[in-house]
Nanobody, 119 residues
Framework: QVQLVESGGGLVQPGGSLRLSCAASGSIFSINIMGWYRQAPGKQRELVATISSSTNYADSVKGRFTISRDNAKNTVYLQMDSLKPEDTAVYYC???????????????WGQGTQVTVSS
């Protein structure tokens, strides 16, 4: 019904930049919160950033990452600058979506995109 597809992951050197994109597709009536989570090997999935009427960032990425969205494209972005090795993780797109066929909000997750920060 609704799918989230991430793109833009890859290998980057410390201090480098990367921009992730996540496009929501399907029969969508409305999207509320969109955001990004990440999960490093052996660690719990954690919030990176969310965006609705405002933005919210994990302390670990404040000042380095910027979340934005294009509602016309149902797409959320994560601009990652000054990347550190500890940013290495699988990044997952998240969205709270009301499908056209639904009268309620549901949580959707992308499949994840690998970000590796290494020299």
């Amino acid at each position: 019904q609704v799918q989230l597809v991430e793109s833009g992951g890859g290998l980057v050197q410390p201090g480098g930049s990367l921009r992730l994109s996540c496009a929501a597709s399907g029969s969508i009536f409305s999207i509320n919160i969109m955001g990004w989570y990440r999960q490093a090997p052996g660690k719990q999935r954690e919030l990176v950033a969310t965006i609705s009427s405002s933005t919210n960032y994990a302390d670990s990425v404040k000042g380095r990452f910027t979340i934005s969205r294009d509602n016309a494209k149902n797409t959320v972005y994560l601009q990652m600058d000054s990347l550190k090795p500890e940013d290495t993780a699988v990044y997952y797109c998240y969205a709270v979506v009301r499908a056209s066929s639904s009268n309620r909000w549901n949580n959707y997750w992308g499949q994840g995109t690998q970000v590796t920060v290494s020299s």
